[in-house]
């Protein structure tokens, strides 16, 4: 049994050699069929001379549409007056490009250099009609670390499962520098667009029907103004996500003597800590967090589409009233907007503060509240909502809740914010 058993062994040896050399084979001549379509794109500060970003991209039309990420030259997209777009080709020739349509919430943009007419070329890669099955061999393309196009084999793995917004888990290199570059299947044709990564071999791609429709809208739509489109999008995203978490099951849980909700959602993801193993600690303390595992880019400094909600119970038979009240507050004025944002883009917070009442019966529970909102300054549709309350009813016991919103209209904030106060109350 042990030779048979080492035979085997051999025997599957030259077999993995052959399958990866037929990977690398395929990889070359994919290469070499796609390299005069495939751009280096670099953002120019134009006071400098000097490359603020660089990454990936490819044609798409014989008349030299671009597709890449729209993270790739969002500072153009916002700074215009700052910066130029440059693209490099395989050859080594060097252009202007003009941006031409974005997809903010699917990190896309289309751009375009200039073709006369008889420089149109059947040289642009083909969008794929059908969907990767999972663990089909596909192949990233594009420039990592600024060393040069290359492509890098890899496997479909299908969606990532938390994500709201679509993405395509790769496993293989994505690499900076690589963002914007198309990912295809073993007939050129292309099925992803390279966005992120998380290291060790896992790479998130976007999903070529994202591509198609932003194409499709582009050819109906013609050129858009940028800040508009972007300001649509974003308003339209966060619609269908508080629409979709208005409209989910919220299931209540227990935390202490409270009760809280938890929406029941495949992207919103929760976790949960206690100290309760602190025999000797001064007061109980017990949180519950959930949260969107996505956001939005806008620029390096701006960031939105998220929601967080949080809740804290605290309960102390060991501190004096004052002390209790001291870290009480200490806990409710630790809250703030969660997204990362410049100043200049947002107005400051201002806020409304109230007592409320949780729910009209026996297990309702009395709070000061605030709710406090600030404005994007290029998007005047768009707000950042925070929502805090503590409860003021129990001795030497409370329940802290929270939530923020990035990125919302005013009448959805709104909605979600009665759903919540409604959802809090002590345990029944």
């Known amino acids: 049994m042990k030779k048979l058993l080492s035979l085997c062994f051999c025997l599957l040896i030259p077999l993995s050699l052959i399958t990866k050399a037929n990977a690398g084979e395929q990889a070359e001549q994919l290469f070499k069929q796609l390299a005069p379509s495939l751009y280096q794109i670099k953002l ?49 020739n060097t252009g202007l490009l003009t941006l031409k349509s974005v997809d903010i919430v699917n990190d896309l943009a289309l751009v375009k250099r200039d073709v006369d007419e008889n420089q149109t070329t059947n040289n642009y890669f083909k969008i794929s009609a059908t969907t990767p099955i999972k663990g089909e061999q ?51 044709e292309v099925v992803g667009i390279n966005v992120a990564t998380s ?34 999008q974003l308003s339209a995203n966060q619609e269908k996500l508080l629409n979709s978490m ?16 938890i929406i029941d959602a495949p992207f919103i993801r929760c976790w949960g800590d206690s100290n309760s193993d602190k025999t000797e600690a001064l007061y109980f303390a017990a949180v ?24 804290r119970y605290i309960e ?4 004096s009233t004052t002390k209790f009240y001291h870290l009480y507050q200490n806990l409710f004025s630790r809250a703030g907007a969660n997204n990362q944002v410049d100043k200049d883009d947002v107005s400051e917070f201002e806020c409304a503060h109230n007592t409320i009442t949780t729910r009209a019966d026996e297990h309702g ?33 409370g329940l802290i809740s929270y939530f923020s919103l990035s990125g919302v209209e005013q009448a959805l904030s709104q909605a979600f914010t009665e759903k919540f106060i409604e959802a809090v109350s002590w345990k029944q």
């Open 44 to 92: 120019i500060d134009i006071a400098s001379g000097e490359k603020s970003s660089i990454g990936s991209a490819f044609q798409i039309t014989e008349d030299g549409l671009i597709a890449t990420n729209y993270h790739v030259i969002s500072g153009f997209a916002r700074h215009p007056e700052k910066y130029k777009i440059e693209y490099l080709d395989n050859s080594g």
């Open 138 to 188: 596909l192949y990233s393309l594009g420039n990592p670390h600024d060393l040069g196009m290359i492509v890098v084999p890899g496997t479909y793995n299908g969606l990532k499962k938390e994500s709201f917004n679509e993405r395509i888990h790769f496993t293989g290199s994505v690499n900076s520098g690589m963002s914007g570059g198309p990912v295809v299947n073993k007939n050129a």
């Open 199 to 232: 290291g060790n071999q896992i790479g998130f791609l976007v999903p070529h029907t994202k591509l198609v429709k932003l194409f499709s809208d582009y050819q109906e739509l013609g050129g858009q103004n940028i800040v508009e489109q972007m300001a649509t």
């Open 246 to 261: 208005l409209n989910s099951q919220w299931q209540m849980r227990q935390l202490g003597n409270g009760q809280i909700p």
């Open 288 to 311: 519950a967090q959930c949260a969107l595992d996505d956001d939005i880019y806008v620029d390096s400094r701006f960031f939105t589409g998220m929601v967080e909600m949080e809740f």
């Open 316 to 319: 102390s038979k060991k501190l």
């Open 365 to 397: 529970m009395a709070a000061k509240s605030a709710f406090c909102t600030r404005a994007y300054k290029d998007f005047p549709k768009l707000f950042d909502v925070v929502f805090i309350s503590a409860s003021v009813d129990q001795q030497q016991q």
